[in-house]
């Protein structure tokens, strides 16, 4: 499937490789609208950005993120405080 009329600045980068990947419509959907609303110029830019953080910062785990999108939206509601820099690094060398 192509990218709904996205011009991918880097398909001629000799160090990027063509990979195919299989998802479903739905998975799709939710890719197209989140790199649309993020600002990425392509679902590849998105892509190769997601599998960055994913191979990069393995210890980000799908709970620690759910915690911290919790955490912000309660701050956000008034209902918590802000966190500091150093209470936030202290929750990712727990594992948090």
């Known amino acids: 499937m192509s990218e709904a009329g996205t011009n991918d600045v880097d398909s001629d980068d000799p160090e990027t490789t063509t990979i195919n990947v299989r998802v479903t419509e739905r998975q799709l959907e939710e890719i197209d609208a989140v790199?649309?609303?993020e600002g990425y110029t392509s679902r590849?830019?998105?892509l190769r950005h997601a599998i960055r953080d994913a191979?990069?910062?393995?210890g980000a785990s799908r709970?620690?993120?759910v915690s911290i999108a919790a955490e912000?939206?309660?701050m956000r509601k008034?209902?918590?405080d802000?966190?500091?820099r150093e209470d936030v690094l202290e929750?990712?060398?727990d594992g948090e």
């Open 35 to 37: 790199w649309k609303e």
């Open 44 to 46: 590849s830019e998105f």
């Open 55 to 58: 191979t990069e910062h393995p």
């Open 63 to 65: 709970g620690m993120l």
């Open 72 to 74: 912000e939206y309660a």
């Open 78 to 80: 008034g209902e918590h």
């Open 82 to 84: 802000s966190v500091s």
């Open 91 to 93: 929750m990712i060398d």
